[in-house]
């Protein structure tokens, strides 16, 4: 789809593909700091609540779900992928499933500063920033409102027979148990939020927003390399809402989807020959590159299980 989109779009005139070494660089070091952003974001949200992880775990449980978010519709396979690689380093199963609800809930909150600080910065982008600010709430809004449900749900309803309106929908007994197991986890893992430790919490949304901020920066830095725009918000606004937008697609990565509506956004900002390149080394930096890494992650994780295995026999 990429290749289609470039082809559809690439002047008669021709136009550059390459990008300058220092912008290679350049990239390279913010997908590092981006990652290890997300990765101290773990670490430290699992020290708020007291849940053993080690930095190596923490790395490899990041890495692995970029992997499996890569390779999946809607990034189903992320936290699964999580999971597995955290219950191999040997984490609780009760503390995985609280430091995953935690690490989503700060996800959420910095989507939300990040947008307001984009309000107060970007004054030139008008519209376009309130409909952001828009999609951005409802996005992180109804993902909280959701949390917030189950919670009050789970103060009335996490043991029991199920209530008479449950029944009315036709829900047996045996999914209603599962229901209420869930309902139960989301309880305990709000009820440690309340009990974490605030200074340490604090530090990991901090470093939840600047994980958010760096993934932003990969397409300026590329369109600078080519001699830049006269507006930047938009270099910014829109890849936030790409990034986060390509988890309700349903194919693997958003693959076409984003292709189409990077064209569409900013076709209009980006001259014609700079649309081609820009699109392909902004993939490369904000996805392709992570399947890579990911997939190096995932492969170790699964040989050290192996190992484990053949020890163990």
Not at 139 to 164: D, K
Not at 238 to 254: D, E, M, R
Request: glycine share 10%; hydrophobic share 55%; with cysteine.
């Amino acid at each position: 789809m990429s290749i289609y989109v470039i082809a559809a779009n690439w002047p008669a005139e021709g136009a550059p593909l390459g990008l300058p070494w220092w912008a290679h660089l350049l990239c390279l070091a913010v997908v590092a700091l981006e990652i290890g952003f997300r990765v101290a974001k773990l670490y430290y949200s699992a020290k708020a609540v007291d849940v053993p992880v080690s930095v190596g775990a923490c790395a490899r449980t990041i890495l692995g779900g970029d992997f499996a978010a890569s390779i999946t519709p809607s990034r189903s396979g992320s936290e699964p992928a999580r999971f597995l690689v955290l219950t191999e380093a040997g984490t609780p199963v009760s503390g995985i499933i609280l430091v995953l609800f935690i690490e989503l809930f700060l996800e959420m909150l910095s989507l939300l500063v990040i947008a307001a600080l984009m309000a107060l910065l970007l004054h030139e982008s008008g519209t376009m920033m309130r409909g952001l600010l828009v999609t951005v709430i409802f996005y992180a809004g109804a993902i909280l409102g959701a949390g917030f449900l189950a919670y009050r749900l789970s103060e009335r309803n996490a043991n029991g027979p199920p209530p008479r309106w449950v029944s009315a929908l036709g829900v047996h007994a045996g999914v209603w148990r599962r229901v209420q197991r869930t309902l139960r986890q989301v309880r305990g893992s709000v009820s440690a939020l309340r009990r974490a430790r605030k200074r340490t919490l604090s530090l990991a949304l901090l470093l939840s927003i600047l994980h958010v901020a760096a993934r932003l920066l990969p397409l300026p830095i590329i369109v600078a390399s080519y001699g830049g725009v006269e507006r930047v918000g938009p270099l910014v606004l829109w890849p936030l809402l790409l990034l986060y937008g390509a988890a309700v697609a349903p194919a693997p990565g958003g693959g076409g989807v984003v292709e189409f509506a990077f064209k569409a956004a900013l076709g209009g900002t980006l001259p014609a020959q700079l649309l081609g390149a820009s699109l392909i080394w902004w993939r490369v930096y904000t996805f392709y590159i992570y399947i890579v890494v990911g997939a190096v992650a995932a492969g170790r994780t699964v040989m050290r299980a192996l190992r484990r295995d053949e020890d163990g026999d």
